[in-house]
């Protein structure tokens, strides 16, 4: 069956570094686009960055652009998110999730619901 299990979370001090990866098994791997979501208490849930597994192209939301760097190694079917300069309100609750091509043949961006497999989520806490 389709697993995508995350690990790499933690906690760090502002301006601090983190890698997280998706291991991805049970499914077309190169087919899907990779997604990166995060949740915090209260809050709804945030797509942050995409990445098609099949290519190179790459999505970020504005708030971690020069920040954030999504990248793969298709070899091992994990998809990775560095996140460098770390600011407190990055802290939430981050998923993983594989989301096919449209229709239309675009990506499904950041838009969670086109998005059809999803981690367990692995928490990231940044102090001030």
């Known amino acids: 069956q389709v697993q995508l299990v995350e690990s790499g979370g933690g906690s760090v001090q502002a301006g601090g570094s983190l890698r997280l990866s998706c291991a991805a098994s049970?499914?077309?791997?190169?087919?899907?686009?990779m997604g990166w979501f995060r949740q915090a208490p209260g809050k709804e849930r945030e797509g942050v960055a995409t990445?098609?597994?099949?290519?190179?192209?790459?999505y970020y939301v504005d708030s971690v652009k020069g920040r954030f760097t999504s990248s793969k190694d298709n070899a091992k079917n994990t998809p990775y998110l560095q996140k460098n300069s770390l600011k407190p309100e990055d802290t939430a609750m981050y998923y993983c999730a594989a989301g096919p091509r449209m229709p239309g043949g675009g990506p499904p961006w950041l838009s969670y619901y086109e998005y059809n497999y999803w981690g367990q989520g692995t928490q990231v806490t940044v102090s001030s």
């Open positions: 990445i098609y597994a099949g290519g190179g192209w790459t």
């Open positions: 049970g499914y077309t791997y190169s087919r899907y686009y």
